[in-house]
Antibody, heavy 120, light 107 residues
């Protein structure tokens, strides 16, 4: 079974940094693009970032561009999201997700999520 | 960026009802649309991909249709476990976008 497990949950002050990780298992990690999606408390889903299977390309939502960096280590089956210059509006549950197929596709499955709280 | 709107934003329905949720894209996206179900405190679950293809393991009472700008999710014979929030998502181009969601609750 495919399994995605996020870690890195935390409370951070505005302007601070946090690094999220996602451990993947149950599939050939290096074959698939991956994504981060977030959900502020009580609100809807927002795509944050995607990365190609090799890590050679990453794409970002305008709301995080220049502040967040997505990366991966295919030797460790691990995905990362480095978040800098955090703002209150970055408070959300962050999900990592696998692309459903090796081609352009939606996300399936998703991890259980990890909560990031930005507050002073 | 491609905007997605969903209607209704919420609805109340009874067990056994047929429910229809619509999703409209601000520009044509061919069939690059997915539907997800999310229950409180849980991660979203993919139901439909490529506008009308049922994900493996998803009950056949879920169905999707549409292409271009107008899409529909239909749930036939609503079951207790179907009460949840439903989101559409376009994966035609970056930035990927989600609709605002439709909450289905018990009448």
């Amino acid at each position: 079974d495919v399994h995605l497990l996020e870690s890195g949950e935390g409370l951070v002050q505005p302007g601070g940094s946090l690094r999220l990780s996602c451990a993947a298992s149950g599939f050939t990690f290096s074959d698939y693009a991956m994504a981060w999606v977030r959900q502020p408390p009580g609100k809807g889903l927002e795509w944050v970032s995607s990365i190609t299977s090799t890590g050679g390309g990453a794409y970002y939502a305008d709301s995080v561009k220049g502040r967040f960096t997505m990366s991966r280590d295919n030797s460790r089956n691990a995905l990362y999201l480095q978040m800098n210059s955090l703002r209150a509006e970055d408070t959300a549950v962050y999900y990592c997700a696998k692309y459903r197929s090796v081609a352009r596709s939606p996300f399936d499955p998703w991890g259980q999520g990890t909560l990031v709280t930005v507050s002073s | 960026a491609i905007q997605l709107t969903q209607s209704p934003s919420s609805l109340s329905a009874s067990i056994g009802d047929t429910v229809t949720i619509t999703c409209r894209a601000s520009q044509g996206i061919s069939s690059t649309l997915a539907w997800y179900q999310q229950k409180p405190g849980k991660a979203p679950k993919l139901l439909i991909y490529d506008a009308s293809s049922l994900e493996s393991g998803v009950p056949s009472r879920f169905g999707g249709s549409g292409s271009g700008t107008d899409f529909t999710l239909t749930i036939s014979s609503l079951q207790p476990e179907d009460f949840a929030t439903y989101y559409c998502q376009q994966f035609n181009s970056f930035p990927f976008t989600f609709g605002p969601g439709t909450k289905v609750d018990i009448k």
